[in-house]
């Protein structure tokens, strides 16, 4: 069995999982051998093409992330199927490092399309004609393709198997724990915290991992800047790389200090230095987040999103913060409270959700039940839509334009936090000019079958035409075609 992975000192948390999993595998297929078709398996580890030969090997597991520390590793398991480990359901990124990033617009509209169909297209074509929201990476993960040509799929927890088979990958999703390894070295904390210019009064909030906007660094520092304004023994400490679109000036201040990319073998001291931990998501890649186990293992207090694959920690676990409204507020309160020791509570769920005996057990499962075949190249999946299926049912042209709208289509959800909203584009022409351009929000969600009435007011009596487009809030887009025409009486 060959392992396609990154491994230390690459800086990337799949490198240091990688580490752990690795040895625990091949000690267990050497302790309890199983036999698959008469024969012993065995492990090899590859972090880059140099010596690979897939030929030589009847398995095949590729560790994939949402960095280009993959990009060989995605490429293989496009040509030689075998059992993909998704520790991101977002592979949007990596998909334009591979092509888009490197001039090649059709290899990037040819992976839209293979995982998302027609609206996957009209994304690419759109982003490569310069119109580009961070929010599309999010909505079209890019990971349908490889996990539908799979013969089976790991990931860490239910909502990312439960998203990609929203997405109707029909491949043998299996949800694997995330492991971690107790922590049992001895650290002079003082000394550590006296390195980075902390005393024994100060309370210093750990901000650990690769900085990307999706961790909520405005939100972070806000929360932060007014806890230290009432607190002034509050310090911030940011553990990792930040991200090239991340404003490094925005992470400067009082009471906050900065390392840098810490290497993996000294991360734990920054555990020890710490008192609480903040892990915030929005959007979500689908990840189960390496520094959050750690984190708990460390056994201090951790606030986290409530949302997508963060909510499934109980709440005695985690300090759940909710997006949008409310969410600086219950952070200011993680941050000055004080907290219950919530210690047993995380070793216990540890113990119960992350062993690593338990992450070993389940890829034995997967392997057992995933036998090399023959896979072809599958053709592009229609994907689902990007917008919904509506019909305009009936149109009232007075002071006020009244539209009544059915859904044709699968339940649309609105003003759903984690989600673009949808919206819809009422535009009125007096010939070919654009008399009035109304974005208009949903009031309800609308289930399958249901219908619901907006207006509008009518400014101009001059309209002769009535059209409607489909759009989502934050999301740029071309210039649109009409999904419904009607005359204005």
């Known amino acids: 069995m060959a392992i396609l992975t990154p491994l230390p000192p690459s800086k990337t948390g799949v490198a240091h999982y990688a580490s752990m999993v690795v040895p625990a595998l091949r000690l267990s297929l050497q302790s309890d051998p199983p036999t698959v078709d008469g024969q012993r398996m065995t492990v090899e580890a590859f972090a880059s093409p140099d010596g ?9 597991i590729y560790q ?22 998704l520790h991101d359901l977002v592979l949007h990124h990596l998909i334009v490092e591979m092509t888009l990033a490197r001039g090649d617009v059709e290899g990037y509209v040819h992976a839209l399309e293979a995982s998302h169909g027609p609206a996957g ?17 999010f909505l079209l993960p890019a990971s349908v393709e490889v996990a539908r040509r799979s013969l089976s ?47 024994r009064n100060h309370r210093v909030i750990g901000f650990f991992g ?22 002034p023994r509050l310090a911030l400490l940011i553990v990792g790389d930040p991200a090239p679109n991340i404003d490094l000036e925005g992470l400067r201040g009082d009471g906050i200090v900065m390392t840098g990319f810490v290497a993996d073998d000294a991360f734990p001291e920054y555990y020890a230095i710490a008192d609480r931990f903040v892990n915030l998501r929005y959007p979500s890649a689908g990840e189960t987040s390496g520094t959050l186990i750690r984190a708990l293992d460390a056994g ?14 109980p709440d005695d676990v985690a300090f759940k913060v909710p997006l949008g409204e409310g969410e600086v507020e219950r952070l200011l309160e993680f941050f000055t409270r004080e907290l219950d020791d919530a210690a047993p509570r995380q070793r216990a769920w540890l113990e119960e959700n992350a062993a690593m005996e338990k992450t070993v057990a389940g890829y034995r499962r997967v392997l057992l039940g995933a036998r090399p075949a023959s ?68 009031p309800r ?34 210039d649109p075609e009409p999904w419904e025409t009607a005359d204005v009486r």
């Open 52 to 60: 690979y030969d897939s030929a030589k090997f009847d398995h095949h």
């Open 121 to 137: 297209v009209a994304w690419a074509r759109g982003r490569a004609a310069g119109l580009h929201s961070e929010m599309g990476n």
């Open 210 to 231: 690769f900085l990307t906007a999706a961790k909520r660094a405005e939100v972070v520092l806000k929360a932060f800047r007014e806890a230290r304004a009432r607190d």
């Open 445 to 478: 969600d609308l289930g399958a079958g249901e219908s619901t009435r907006l207006t509008f007011p009518r400014i101009t009596a001059s309209a002769t035409t009535l059209r409607l487009y489909h759009a989502l809030q934050d999301v740029p887009m071309l």
């Open 64 to 85: 994939l992330g949402n960095n280009p520390y993959h990009q060989w590793m995605y490429a293989e398991a496009l040509r030689v199927p075998g059992v993909v480990v």
């Open 375 to 442: 896979v072809p190249r599958s053709a592009p999946h229609p994907g689902m839509p990007l917008f919904p299926r509506l019909e305009l049912v009936e149109a009232q042209f007075a002071e006020e334009v009244t539209l009544t709208i059915r859904n044709l289509g699968q339940p649309l959800r609105t003003r759903t936090y984690g989600q673009p909203e949808y919206r819809l584009i009422a535009r009125l022409f007096d010939g070919h000019s654009v008399v009035q351009d109304h974005w208009l929000s949903l």
């Open 300 to 313: 201090k207090p951790v606030a986290v999103s409530d949302y997508a694959q963060f909510a499934e920690l």
């Open 153 to 199: 799929v790991i990931v860490h927890n239910h909502y990312a198997a439960e998203r990609l088979r929203s997405f109707g990958v029909e491949t043998p999703i299996h949800v694997v724990p995330h492991p971690y390894i107790p922590e049992t070295r001895p650290f002079d904390r003082d000394a550590l915290r006296a390195r980075l210019g902390f005393d």
